[in-house]
């Protein structure tokens, strides 16, 4: 069963940056999307950002520009570099498995989920 740790968020004014870490308990060389998803208050979990192993990404509309996903498969890593955080964006990011087709990631989360970092963009 994968393991999800996923880390770094806090308190940011808008404008600000975090960067979140999500490491996997397995290999995730193997895996061929992984993606950043995040659940705002009272809102549906949806997917914000994905990452193939072929150096696709995919971006949500609403953070494409600001926010930067990538991957480090030896050190079985996803991040989320986020810039110009806006309040829309305060929710809990969680890591997971995304698959890709024709070109646009899509939620393909495995069945047990980590414990998400929370971000909260707020003056």
């Known amino acids: 069963q994968v393991q999800l740790v996923e880390s770094g968020g806090g308190l940011v004014q808008p404008g600000g940056s975090l960067r979140l870490s999500c490491a996997a308990s397995?290999?995730?060389?193997?895996?061929?999307?992984m993606g950043w998803y995040r659940q705002a208050p009272g809102k549906q979990r949806e997917l914000v950002a994905g990452?193939?192993?072929?150096?696709?990404?995919y971006y949500a509309n609403s953070v494409k520009g600001r926010f930067t996903i990538s991957r480090d498969n030896a050190k079985n890593t996803v991040y989320l570099e986020m810039n110009g955080l806006k309040p829309d964006d305060t929710g809990v990011y969680y890591c997971?498995?995304?698959?890709?087709?024709?070109?646009?990631?899509?939620?393909?989360?495995?069945?047990?989920w980590g414990q998400g970092t929370q971000v909260t963009v707020s003056s």
């Open positions: 997971n498995r995304v698959v890709f087709v024709s070109g646009r990631a899509m939620g393909a989360p495995y069945e047990s």
């Open positions: 397995v290999s995730i060389s193997s895996i061929s999307g």
């Open positions: 990452a193939g192993n072929l150096g696709r990404t």
